[in-house]
Each structure stands twice: as structure tokens, then as C-alpha cells.
């Protein structure tokens, strides 16, 4: 298996992913959407590792998808836990309501429920929770998403990269490369086709 | 540390992570039962990102329904099966992955379970849901344990078993 690659440029991919991440598990409606076991954070980190792969000239391992995942699910990750902080703030009310009416809520939930509403330190403490247990969620599957993606995505399984050229190798080998019209690589140099 | 240590420790890691995150699932409503509603629904709250948490979808348990639904309840379930097997059929040292068309085996049932629910063909139950993530589960734990390896299981290019 390949060693791990050196020199990558993680950080189209990483912004790329993260703000699909992001971005989309905050728009409403859209952001149902990761009730399918978070599949915006798979989609993202997938996304960053098949970017990070096309980018890169050697095959990628793992370790190259979970960290472009990282890095996209903290950007992801971080910008979902700043609006949903902020939103939540606002929204408690109508969440603990909601909790306050579920048939399995039984009068000293209510009761504890009531007393966040009329406390707002309780209320942002609650806030910071949902939101910081939420994006860390993110953050793991996006995580996922990028190893996962590696292993989707990565078809160079194996391949060594061409060696370099032997030193003192004069720039005008091989002669009469490129070939002038007729087949291409027609044995004279350069690597046969895949 | 040898190799075939740090091996078994990043298993041994991964394993208690998957076991313990399955564990979470009960351990919602079993807060909830116990009357710590403050953690109880901030754990629900958090699950609610990735799951409908609807309780007419969901297992039961002490009366309360669980952190996921049926299907999301199998696949972690399933996540850590897959992750109790593994070592009975590769290599713990393994880092290659497995052919990526068993990623796609392993999600067919599933497929077919929402779509034929979808389009009418049958009314699926609680059971076939979440037997479909377990299948869904087992196929992506044997994923994600290469991965681990890869990230956490080996130092360098001689590192030896």
C-alpha cells in the first residue's frame, strides 16, 4: 500500500467540503436531509477526498481522507455550531415547548423544562450543548465521509509514480518527442499508457 | 510498543468507540426513565441532527423511545457487530480496504427497503428497517477499521508486525 503523501494542498478541498457541510445542514428543509445518518457530512468529506485525490499525482491512503475530512469538518462543523448557537438561542422556547408536549414527558421534565425557560443563563448553557454535540456529530461523520471517500474514490491503488529522469539526462531526450502527428508514445521514451 | 500491540490497541479503541456509541441509543431513554431530563435531552437534541427520532419509528426502551429510529438503531448496531467480527474474517493489520462493491452490497437491502416502501410496493416494519442498517453497519465497519489501521495502527515504512 502506499506511504502516506507529503506536500498536499488541503485546502480547496477541505473549504470546498466544509462549506457544503456547513452550509447545507443550516438551510432549512435542505438540512433534513442529514437525518439520513448525517448525509451531508458524508457527502462533504467524500467530496474533499475526491478533490484532494484529483489533485494529487500518487495515490492517496486513508489517512490523506481522514485529515481533509478533519479539516472540512471543522470548518463544516464550526461554521453549523455558530448559526445553530445563535438560532437555538432564540428558538429554546420552542424546543423545550416541543419536548414539554412529548407524550413520554412527564410533569417533572415539564417542570425542569419551565425552569430553563425563565433562567437565560440555563437557556444558552442548553443552547451551547445541542449546538456543540450537533457539529461534533458533523465533524466525526465528515471524518468518516473522507476515508469512506478514499475508499470510493481512489482508483490508483498500487501504482508507484513514474521514477524521476537519472541525473545529467540531456532536455532534449528523447529525440523527436513529442512525436509530429502519427501515434502518440510510439516507443521512443516516455511511459505506456494505462 | 511492537506493532501487533498498537494493532490490538487501535482496535481495542475502535471497538469500545463502536460499542460505546450503540450503547448511547439506550442509554437516552434510560437517562430520560431515570429522571436526569437535562442530559437526556440534550442527548436526544444532538441525535436529532441525524435522525427523524420518530418514536412510532423508533424501539422502545423503559417506555421512552430510543436516541435513533429503527434503521439508524441497526446501522450503529450493525457498526458494531461489523467491528466484533472483523477479526474472524481479515487480518487485523490489514490497511487495504475491501473491494468498494461490497460497500455497495451491503446498501442494496437498505435501498431497496426505502424505495419499495417509496413507491408502494410493501409497508416495511420496525424489524426489516432496522435489519437493513445492521446489514448496512456490518459493511461499513469493515471500512472504516482499515482506515483506522492506516491513520492510527503504523509508524513508518518499517514498521514490522
Redesign the interface.
Known sequence: ?S?PVSGLDYKKPALIGGALVGVL?CIPLVE?L??C??LWAWVGGGLAAKMLIDSSPTPL???E??RVGLFAGLLGGGFHFVIKFVLSIFQMDK?LAM?AS???AND??RA??ERIQQNGLLKAL?AF??SF??S???LG?TV?GG??G???FEKR?GQAPPPPYPPNYPSNYPPNYPPQGGDSGGGQGGWPSA | MTQAERVKQVYAVSLIVGVGWAGLLWLTPHLLAAGHYLSATALYQSFALVCHQRPERSFHWHGFPLAVCARCTGVYVGIAVGLLLYPFVRDLREREFPARHWLVVAALPMLLDVVGQGIGWWQNTAIARSLTGLVLGVGVAFFLLPGMMTLFGWRGARARA
Open positions: 500500500m506511504e445542514s433534513a442529514n437525518t445518518l448525517c491512503t486513508s489517512r481522507g481522514a424546543i419536548a412529548f407524550p413520554f417533572d421534565a425542569m423544562y442548553m450543548l445541542f454535540l450537533g461534533l456529530l458533523l461523520f468518516l476515508m469512506v478514499v475508499a470510493l491503488k
